[in-house]
Structures are given as structure tokens and as C-alpha cells.
């Protein structure tokens, strides 16, 4: 009998302990696939494969360059358009409207806006973005795609509004309210409070969540495949069709075979560094905030 | 003096005009999204939408039922593939949380919860499509698997956390062993939260497309053989879409309406056990 129930608390602890760690074993497993497969393509390129401009299958002469500049633009100028739109929700939620019925109703659309799946944005990005992005082409007189960086750009924008929100929130509710009152007690208006107490005191925390929101418009891949165009060549402008990193692989992988393959994981290998290095780095910071202020509450 | 304390009572006021004017701004996109799905989707959607398979191009008519089953086998298959894994692991980290391993197990979920779902479908290929020479929706159901894992051993993991120690402190001193506390106390009493983990994952992976590109690949003929490929609403959605075709672009516009419908539906569902079965201590 007792020893029965030994085993069975033996076998217990060892499917716990297995399944922890198969999610080590898997991730390292996914770095060693994407590793040993990229190899024949990283012996004959080397690093010069990131200062390689032309992407040509047919030559078999690869370099990742225009979809570095590609994601490096999409995202970044993804950052900028939804950032003042993020760091306003997080200022609204956390500090202006912290609860009733506006606040909830904003809170839960954006949590809708984040579950909506890619492949929707990308199709809706198709029929109301880029006829608009079109019709701004026009105007400025360049050659009217409509899809491109741009396009790309806006859909990211709105797609990582969320997380970035969501984070900022919290940081936000997070400032001591005595650092406050003091601000209020001096005379401050609430914009005063807000530019020089909360923003300051926050901006770790709005950075990182940020970052996270990087990361994640790094790696995007349906929305953005949809409407980037599909360019190998090296974007000219923010008007310019493109591929990034992502959109590049989820285009050309179903039909790649030997070096093309392995060109595609190469550049597979560097999504999967860049966004699991920009993560921690987010998760890192994430993680000292709370620290200190679990500190300061106790 | 006095135009200056006007000056900074009128900075105050805009800012505030200008905060609530961004915020509003950004669920702008959320209300236009909806529109044009409700707009278009519905007037494709019909009896016959839903349970007929795809016609070939020219002929009028068709559905995709066959999208809508293949979600549902990949649903089934990714769930059964990773809940298992994704509690115990999360109970794990539950119940040594300070340990080495632990560390390592918590940082590794947030590099693959990270991971861009387009590198996951890359290296499910490598792992199931080369080997088996083929497409297959069983590849689909491990790369959509290995996407859920993170979510549920996270919410798993905070769930049993906030049970009380004296839950498994009185269940300890009237001679339960401990894998029984564990099974019989304390998972059924945060069933509710693991429930809405899950759900949420489902949620997410509902969606995906990029995981499916290269692994589940698209079948625009009815098929239940997990071995073989199968199609999906986000594929067929991306299939339709990126057709110049505009009969096929409102097919699009039908499937994303019944896929952000699935989707809302297993948030609305995760929110509301979330709120009714909430465990109060």
C-alpha cells in the first residue's frame, strides 16, 4: 500500500519534471533545427549574406539585405505612427478615465483589437488601406501601388497598438499616488503631473512594452506578406513594395528547395535571434519594474 | 501672472482633449474592421456557404465546409497535443518556483511564446513535412500546439499560485498524498482559471495562418485523414484574398465573418468563466 502510492508520487513528480522540461528541450530543439538547416546556405554566404542586395533564385546568389531594410522599415515606422496612440490610451486608462463605463469599453475593444486574427487585418488592409495609400500616392505623384512599406506600416501600427497599450496601462496605475499629490499639493495642473511625475516614472515601463510591441511587428508575418508587395529588390521609399524577413519566408518557403531552403531558415535563424533578443530584453525590464514596486508597497 | 496660470489651465484642458481624442482614434480601425466583415460577410453567408466544398473557379456557388471542419481538426488536434503538457508543466512551475530549472523552463516559455509564428511553421516542416514527405494536417496540429503551450503553462502557472497554502496544508495533514492534493484539490479548485488559459489559447491559434503555410497546407477537397493536407478558415481566407478574383474576395470576406465570430465566441466564453467561476479566498 505504501509503497504503491511511493511510486505513484514518483511517477507524478517525473511527468511534471518531463514536461517542464520538454519546453527547454523544444525551444532548443527549434534553435538547432533552424541552425543545422541554415548551414549550407551560411557556409557559402557567410555574414556577407546581410550586405547582399539581390535575391536571386534562379542564379542561386543570395543576400538578405532587402528584407533587413524592409522589416528594419516597416517596423520602426510602425513604432512611431502608434506610438503618441498607445502612450494616449495608457494616459487615458491609467490615469484620466481608471474606471466606469468608458474606461471599460475602451479597455475591452482594444483587448477585441488584439484577438482579431492577422489574416483579417491583411485582408481588410487590402481593401480600405491600400486603395487609400494608393489615392495618397497620387497625390504626391509617385508610382501608385498602394501596397508597399506603407501599407505594411499602418496595419502594423494598428495591429501592436494593443500590446504596447496594455503595458503602458499598467505602468501607468503603477506611479505611487503620494509622488502625485505632492506634484498637486505644489500647484501642478494634471498635464504638469502627467509631463513631468508619471511620463518620467513610467518611461521604463512604457519602453518596454514598446519593445514588446517591436518585437512583435518584427515577426508579423500574414497582415504584412498580404500587403507588402512581395519586392526582392531594396525598398527605395516608404512608397516602395518590399518583403520583410517574414513576409519573404512565408512567400517563397513552400516552393524552395536545396540552397533557396536554406537561404529562407538563414534568414529564419536571424527573425527568431532578433525577436527573442528584443523580448527578454523587454521581459527584463518588465520584470525590475515590478520588482521595485512590489518593494515600494511593502 | 494671470495669462500665464490661463496659459497652463488651457495646456491642461488640450492635452486632455488630445488624450481622449488618440484613444478614441485607435478603435477607430476595430469599428471600421467590423463593419466591412459584418458588411460583406453576411450577404455571402448562406446554408449553402456553410456546407458546401469549394467550387472551381467560373462556377457559381460553393462553400467552404471543408475549411470549417479542417479548423475544428486542428482545434482538436493542437488541444489534445499541448494541454496535457501545458498543465503539468505549468504545475511544475507552480510548485517549484524557486528552483534552477524552473528559471530556465519560465524564460524559455517567453522566448517561444516570442517566437514568430512563421519560424514555428518552418521548423514543424523540417521536423514532420520532410520526413513524411508531405503536407499533413497532424504537422499543423504540432506546430499550432507548440504556439498554445505558452499561453496555457502561464496561466496554469498563475492560477495555482494564488490558491491559498492552507488548501493544500489541510488536504496534506488528513493523509492525502501529495499527487492527490495536487489532482484532486488544488487543479479542480482552479479549474476555472486553466479552463480560461486554455481558452484564450484557443482564441489565439484559431487565427493563425503563417504556422499552416508550410504544415497544414490548404485542400480545397473534403478531407478527414489527418495524415493528409487540410484546409483551414485562415487559409482559405489568405487563398481567397490574395485571388484577383472578386467572387472569391466576398468568399474571403464570408469566412473571416464565421473566423472573428469562433474566435470572439471562445474570448466571450473565456471571459465569462473567468468572471462566474472566479475562486474568491
Redesign the interface.
Known amino acids: 500500500m505504501k509503497s504503491n502510492i511511493d511510486r505513484s508520487e514518483k511517477v507524478f513528480q517525473g511527468v511534471l519534471a518531463f514536461s517542464a522540461i520538454i519546453i527547454v528541450v523544444l525551444l532548443l530543439a527549434v534553435f538547432l533545427t533552424l541552425a543545422v538547416a541554415s548551414l549550407p546556405s551560411v557556409k557559402v554566404f557567410g555574414l556577407k549574406f546581410f550586405f547582399g542586395t539581390t535575391w536571386d533564385v534562379s542564379a542561386e546568389k543570395f543576400g538578405a539585405l532587402p528584407f533587413l531594410v524592409g522589416t528594419l522599415l516597416t517596423s520602426f515606422l510602425s513604432l512611431l505612427i502608434s506610438i503618441p496612440f498607445s502612450i494616449s490610451i495608457s494616459i487615458f486608462l491609467g490615469e484620466y478615465f481608471k474606471e466606469g463605463p468608458v474606461s471599460t469599453f475602451l479597455r475591452s475593444s482594444i483587448e477585441v483589437l488584439a484577438g482579431i486574427p492577422s489574416v483579417i487585418y491583411g485582408l481588410w488592409g487590402l481593401f480600405l488601406l491600400v486603395p487609400l495609400v494608393r489615392s495618397l500616392e497620387n497625390i504626391f505623384g509617385v508610382t501608385p501601388h498602394g501596397v508597399g512599406i506603407l501599407a505594411s506600416a499602418l496595419i502594423l501600427a494598428i495591429m501592436i497598438i494593443p500590446f504596447s497599450a496594455s503595458i503602458g496601462r499598467e505602468v501607468v496605475t503603477l506611479v505611487p499616488s503620494d509622488l502625485k499629490e505632492a506634484a498637486y499639493s505644489l500647484g501642478a495642473t494634471r498635464f504638469e503631473v502627467i509631463k513631468n511625475i508619471i511620463l518620467p516614472y513610467a518611461r521604463s515601463g512604457i519602453f518596454a512594452g514598446i519593445l514588446l510591441a517591436l518585437g512583435r511587428a518584427i515577426g508579423e508575418t500574414m497582415a504584412v506578406t498580404m500587403l507588402i508587395g512581395n519586392s526582392n529588390f531594396l525598398p527605395t521609399g516608404i512608397f516602395s513594395p518590399a518583403n520583410t524577413m517574414a513576409s519573404v519566408i512565408a512567400n517563397e518557403f513552400a516552393e524552395a528547395t536545396g540552397i533557396t531552403a536554406s537561404s529562407l531558415i538563414y534568414i529564419g535563424l536571424v527573425l527568431f535571434l532578433v525577436t527573442t533578443i528584443v523580448n527578454i530584453i523587454g521581459i527584463y525590464v518588465i520584470r525590475k519594474i515590478s520588482l521595485t514596486a512590489s518593494k515600494e508597497v511593502t | 501672472m494671470e495669462g500665464q496660470l490661463k496659459k ?2 488651457f ?2 484642458r488640450l ?2 482633449y ?10 477607430l ?2 469599428l ?2 467590423l463593419y ?2 459584418t458588411r460583406n460577410g453576411i450577404a455571402v453567408i448562406n446554408w449553402e456557404f456553410l456546407t458546401e466544398l469549394p467550387k472551381p473557379f467560373g462556377e457559381a456557388g460553393g462553400g467552404i465546409f471543408n475549411a470549417i471542419i479542417g479548423t475544428f481538426f486542428l482545434i482538436v488536434l493542437s488541444s489534445v497535443l499541448s494541454i ?3 498543465i ?2 505549468g ?3 507552480s ?1 517549484k518556483s524557486e528552483g534552477k ?2 528559471h ?2 519560465r ?14 511553421g ?2 514543424v ?3 514532420f513535412v520532410v520526413p513524411f514527405k508531405g503536407f499533413s494536417a497532424l504537422s499543423g496540429g504540432i506546430a499550432l500546439s ?1 504556439m498554445m ?1 505558452p499561453v496555457i ?1 502561464k496561466t496554469t502557472e498563475e492560477t495555482l499560485k494564488l490558491m491559498p497554502y492552507t488548501l493544500k496544508e489541510a488536504s496534506l495533514a488528513l493523509g492525502v ?3 492527490k492534493t ?2 484532486k484539490v488544488i487543479l479542480p479548485t482552479g479549474l476555472s482559471g486553466i479552463l480560461t488559459g486554455i481558452l484564450l489559447s484557443v ?2 491559434i ?5 504556422p499552416l ?2 504544415t497544414a ?1 490548404g485542400n480545397q477537397f473534403m478531407n478527414y485523414n489527418i495524415f493528409k493536407p487540410m484546409d483551414s478558415l ?1 487559409y482559405r ?2 487563398y481567397y ?2 485571388s484577383p478574383y472578386p467572387e472569391w ?1 466576398s468568399f ?2 464570408g469566412a ?1 465573418f464565421i ?2 465570430a469562433v ?2 465566441g471562445f ?1 466571450l466564453i473565456a471571459r465569462g468563466i473567468a468572471i462566474k467561476w472566479k475562486v474568491q479566498f
Request: a positive charge.
Open positions: 497652463r489651465i495646456k491642461d492635452f486632455k488630445l488624450v481622449i481624442l488618440f484613444a478614441f482614434i485607435s478603435i480601425p476595430l471600421l474592421i466591412y466583415i496535457p503538457f501545458g503539468s508543466a504545475i511544475y512551475l510548485e530549472i524552473a530556465m523552463v524564460l524559455c516559455v517567453v522566448v517561444l511564446q516570442g517566437t514568430p509564428s512563421i519560424v514555428i518552418i521548423v516542416y523540417m521536423w507548440v503551450l503553462i498524498p501529495y499527487y495536487i489532482l482564441a489565439r484559431t487565427g493563425e495562418t503563417a503555410l508550410f497546407f485562415p481566407i489568405f484574398a490574395m474576395h474571403a470576406w473571416s473566423l472573428v474566435v470572439l474570448n
